[in-house]
């Protein structure tokens, strides 16, 4: 294991990155004006390629190498690169988000007036200090990428970046220190991630994130989609049953998969045509017993917290449900999803059923739902149509 530096000047040496292949990079670049100017720096905006990306920009080194107190960037581990990995290798439109950049100085070379704007020519000296801010871990996959065989069609691919220059000695000085840091807690302290739910209804990239969104399609009846009953963005909504993420993972109790291992299945077209047919059928059947019409109307919050199938575990329990029966259909041809007729569905969370059966608790009069009761509410479905419970319910 590499011993931390602790010395000031070794880590002031390691902190000070420079160009790794010793060149000079010439930059094209449109003069901005942004808050951040205010503290005698200077902002641009530009593309660069992914050679030149890799030929001109370190990373700083993790805490296992440099104390933490002394770092101005997350460290870049394993799990971030990967997701880069798997999002290069699964999707066919690649789109990277622009990264930021600190220097400590550029040479300009000329600024030319066009538009309303500036365009600037300069030079980044090999020797000058750098150091991203925002993009250590696209610019480490971009590395990994270009290192691969056969990578040199990627070498032309482009990436924006914005480009501070601090007008400094250094980028260790504290001037310098102060602006990395804020403007690293700007960016992710600050910022409000969408929901799950909205991002994988965004998400089109993957043989199962596309199946799913197929399956808001379906037609329930005359006036109704699954679309029109699954909320997208994640907040619930007048009419609407479960959020998209709950959707997700009934789908996949009910075809006993993680979005992975779909995706490996999934990528064979007939594989995939006969599933988006097979999770029609029974998302069918299921809405056909949701009486979500009660949903619709002015004091919803207080129905879909009142009622039972509205909930996360019940979602996952039918899901559980319709694989047990499709466990059943596979040995016995006579078996159809027309067996779920679900009763239970129409019990509401206030229910003595639930309390005798320990899905709920009652705490001086509240009412609360036990964690984890997905597999003993499915269990008590199962009873209920007489279908014989899956593995995952007999755990």
């Known amino acids: 294991m590499n011993a931390i530096t602790t010395d000031l000047s070794d880590i002031n040496s390691q902190l000070a990155i ?36 890799s030929n001109s920009f370190g990373i700083e080194p993790n805490s296992d190498l440099v104390d933490e107190k002394y770092k101005r960037q997350r460290d ?39 538009g309303g704007k500036t365009l600037v020519s300069a030079t980044l000296k090999s020797e000058s200090s750098r150091l991203i801010s925002d993009g250590q871990g696209r610019t480490t996959f971009i590395k ?8 040199t069609e990627f070498e032309s691919h ?36 969408p929901s799950q739910s909205i991002s994988k209804y965004f998400d089109s990239s993957t043989p199962f994130s596309r199946l799913m969104n197929a399956l808001l399609e379906i037609q329930l009846d005359d006036s109704n ?23 997700n993972s009934l789908v996949q109790k009910f075809l ?15 594989i995939y045509t006969s599933t ?26 207080v129905v879909h917290e009142k009622v039972m199938y509205t909930k996360a575990v019940f979602a996952n329990a039918l899901g559980f449900v319709g694989r047990s029966l499709l466990d059943e259909m596979l040995i016995d041809y006579e078996r159809t999803w027309d067996e779920l007729s679900l009763k239970l569905i129409l019990k509401d969370k ?17 009412i609360t739902i036990i964690k984890g009761t997905e597999r003993r509410i499915g269990a008590l479905l199962c009873r209920e149509l007489r279908i014989y419970p899956c593995t995952e319910l007999l755990a």
């Not at 670049?29 to 902002?43: P, Y």
């Not at 699954?226 to 007048?238: A, M, Q, T, Y």
Request: glycine content about 4%; charged content about 20%; overall charge neutral.
């Open 350 to 366: 206030l229910d003595k059923f639930w309390i005798s059966n320990k899905v709920t608790h009652s705490d001086e009069g509240k």
């Open 144 to 151: 990994w990428l270009l290192a691969q065989e056969k990578a």
């Open 276 to 301: 988006l047919a097979l999770c029609s059928n029974f998302l069918k059947q299921i809405f056909s017993q949701i009486p979500f019409t009660e949903l619709d109307t002015d004091n919803y919050l």
């Open 158 to 193: 482009t990436i924006a970046y914005k480009l501070i220059v601090t007008n400094t000695a250094t980028l260790t000085c504290e001037k310098s220190n102060k602006l990395i840091k804020q403007l690293f807690a700007d960016y992710h302290s600050n910022m409000v991630k």
């Open 18 to 53: 420079t160009s790794p292949s010793g060149t000079n990079l010439a930059l094209a670049m449109f003069k901005s004006n942004e808050g951040i100017t205010s503290q005698d720096v200077n902002t641009y905006e530009g593309v660069m390629t992914f050679k030149e990306l």
């Open 225 to 247: 989609q699954l679309k029109d009953v699954i909320s997208l963005n994640g907040r619930i909504k007048r009419g609407q049953v479960w959020n998209f993420v709950q959707l």
């Open 76 to 114: 870049v581990d394993t799990r971030r690169i990967n997701g880069f990995k798997s999002y290069w290798e699964t999707s066919k439109a690649t789109v990277f988000p622009n990264i930021t950049i600190f220097v400590n100085e550029i040479d300009v070379i000329e600024e030319v007036y066009y």
């Open 256 to 270: 006993k998969l993680t979005p992975a291992s779909a995706n490996k299945q999934l990528v064979d077209e007939q």
